[in-house]
């Protein structure tokens, strides 16, 4: 039999990005691989991408490739390692960050491409490592007698909703968002809330208010005091799955929150579409966790 190769992963990008990363960084160690991974690669572009990773979740420890490894395989950021990627049978990269389909590396390409760089965001494979997940995803209480301590025992205690805006220029300016999550999307899921639930609550958390307000009905509380970038920035993802019920967006950001939801009972409404359906016209349901709705 042939012995698995070492794996690696790139970790990139925001902090919900990065979840699915351990997911699949643990989903990969359950089928018997010895999985490493590459911090040291990533470059930062954006604010939100700057992530106190064991700051946040010190149970979710990831055991860091050696640099020799990472430049066997053809990691690295430098101009000479971005060339030699671009070099038939140079690397051993699997490299799929644009790929709409969520899909995740097979057996075989594991064995011929170790270096993974990739979102890896599929429900089936999160609820095969669900129980170490959620242990490992656990946020630490907020500071007593602070605001987000006092709303976060006010959202356990009501049928409260959390809607997720995700309208920012770092993501509407990408042409595979665009028309997605619309007004529309939101007035059907709170409509869809409204139906099922007894006098429900709605919470908003966004990157864009100015869309929100515009939007949505003013009979929402606008949460917009937590940082969108650096430390703290994860608090209204801690706060949304707090929510007894959840609305989210085309986002890793609010997914996580929905999935890590405790309420045996809570509703979660997704876009049908995740991306514009002219680059995937298809409904997506890699992420539809089950019981989850999806409208348009």
């Known amino acids: 039999m042939n012995k698995k190769p070492d794996i690696v ?22 089928k018997g691989y010895q999985v490493w991974v590459d911090n040291t690669s990533f470059r930062q572009i954006h604010a939100h991408e700057q992530v106190e990773w064991n700051r946040i979740f010190p149970q979710a420890v990831m055991k860091e490739a050696a640099p020799s490894l990472i ?3 053809g990691g690295g950021s430098d101009i000479l390692s971005k060339l030699r990627r671009r070099i038939p049978h140079a690397s051993r990269v699997w490299w799929r960050i644009k790929d709409p389909t969520f899909r995740i590396p097979t057996e075989d390409e594991l064995n011929q ?3 993974l760089i990739g979102f890896f965001q599929r429900v089936d494979m999160v609820e095969q490592v669900a129980e170490r997940i959620k242990k490992d995803f656990l946020f630490k209480p907020f500071d007593s007698n602070t605001k987000n301590a006092e709303l976060a025992q006010r959202l356990s205690q009501e049928e409260s909703v959390a809607i997720h805006i995700r309208k920012a220029n770092d993501y ?11 007004a529309a999307y939101y007035t059907h899921a709170i409509t869809y809330m409204k139906q099922h639930l007894q006098n429900p609550r709605f919470y908003v958390f966004a990157d864009n208010f100015t869309w929100a307000k515009e939007h949505l009905p003013q009979e929402c509380e606008w949460m917009e005091y937590n940082a969108l970038a650096g430390w703290g ?3 209204d993802l801690q706060l949304m799955s707090c929510c007894r019920h959840n609305i989210i967006a085309n986002s890793t950001y ?5 999935f890590l939801n405790p309420n045996p009972d809570k509703i ?8 514009n359906p002219q680059f995937y016209p298809e409904p997506e349901t890699a992420l539809q966790a089950k019981g ?5």
């Open 9 to 30: 992963i790139r970790i990139h990008s925001g902090l919900a990005n990065r979840m699915f990363q351990y997911a699949f960084y643990l989903y990969l160690q359950k």
């Open 71 to 73: 430049f066997n395989y």
């Open 113 to 115: 491409r170790p270096y």
């Open 172 to 182: 509407t300016s990408l042409p595979w968002f665009e028309d997605t999550c619309t």
């Open 233 to 235: 920035s994860h608090f």
């Open 254 to 258: 609010s997914w996580w929150a929905a």
């Open 268 to 275: 979660v409404i997704m876009p049908n579409h995740w991306f």
């Open 292 to 296: 989850w709705v999806s409208l348009d």
